[in-house]
């Protein structure tokens, strides 16, 4: 059936409008990195404007980005390889073995608010005297990624035909060499997608990394903040520190988007 001329308007019409509310906000993030604190207040030089680097210059230089922008690579980095090392057996085991329970459990760790664990978490940490450490920022990091891992990568496994893994153990493997030979390679579009989104949400993190981080421990998400006092705001400064946040991760986004769909689609066409 094809459709009325109405109905095709009406689509392109919400299809601009949605790129539009997606789009105009980064570009303009973008083009006031570019402008004086000056500029980015005067309405009449919201195009045409003397482009200028010394809000980057104050970002990379003046305020250790390049540190922070580590950290946040480090952090994003061990707690997506740990949740992966993690998630995927475990993924795995609820998966093949029907454990319902356990599935619901992951389940609400998935839509359990992180802010309700803040304060229980902080008072456990600075006990342990962890606070300030990476080691508790990619702990915190982990209670994002690893029920992510597990979500996607369970709904992997349940597309994969048993039977291959069957006739592995027939021919005398345990299961734990069935899956280290059969279905683990064939899953490895759904750990690629498990790994990206799980680095990118972790990349992206801000309300753990605010509470728990140190000095010398801040990520990206965090050191936007040196831009905002009590007194004023550097808006030229901060809309470059998140313009230094946000483009690796949409970089990124852009070159394995379809890997992340062919990822997260693989697991439905299997069997």
Do not use: C
């Not at 229980?120 to 209670?143: A, C, D, E, K, R």
């Not at 690629?192 to 972790?202: P, R, Y």
């Not at 903040?225 to 230094?244: E, H, K, P, Q």
Request: charged share 10%; proline share 4%; glycine share 8%.
């Amino acid at each position: 059936m094809k459709a009325s001329p109405a109905y095709r308007v009406f689509r392109v019409v919400a299809l601009v409008v949605v790129v539009l509310s997606l789009v105009t906000p980064l570009l303009w993030m973008i083009a006031a990195s570019f402008k004086t604190n000056v500029d980015i207040y005067d309405t009449g030089k919201a195009l045409v404007f003397s482009p200028t680097l010394d809000n980057y210059a104050t970002v990379l230089k003046q305020s250790h980005y390049v540190q922070f922008i580590g950290n946040s690579l480090w952090v994003a980095f061990a707690a997506t390889v740990l949740s992966l090392l993690l998630g995927v057996p475990a993924a795995y085991s609820m998966s093949r073995f029907n454990m319902k329970k356990s599935a619901l459990v992951v389940l609400m760790a998935r839509v359990i608010p992180g802010v309700s664990l803040l304060v229980p978490w902080y008072y456990v940490f600075s006990n342990l005297q962890l606070v300030g450490g990476f080691t508790v920022l990619i702990l915190s990091h982990m209670f994002v990624s690893l029920p992510l891992i597990v979500y996607i990568m369970m709904g992997f496994f349940d597309g994969l035909p048993e039977e291959l893994e069957e006739a592995a153990l027939v021919d005398g493997l345990t299961h734990i060499g069935a899956f280290r030979r059969i279905t683990l390679p064939l899953s490895v579009p759904g750990i690629a997608t498990a790994g990206i989104l799980s680095f990118i949400f972790s990349w992206n993190n801000f309300m753990f990394a605010l509470v728990l981080s140190g000095a010398d421990t801040k990520t990206l998400p965090v050191a936007i903040f040196d831009f905002v006092g009590y007194a004023s705001i550097d808006w030229g400064g901060l809309v470059a520190a998140a313009t230094v946040v946000t483009l690796p991760i949409m970089v990124i986004a852009l070159f394995v988007q379809k890997y992340v769909v062919s990822g997260l689609t693989a697991g439905a066409t299997k069997g």
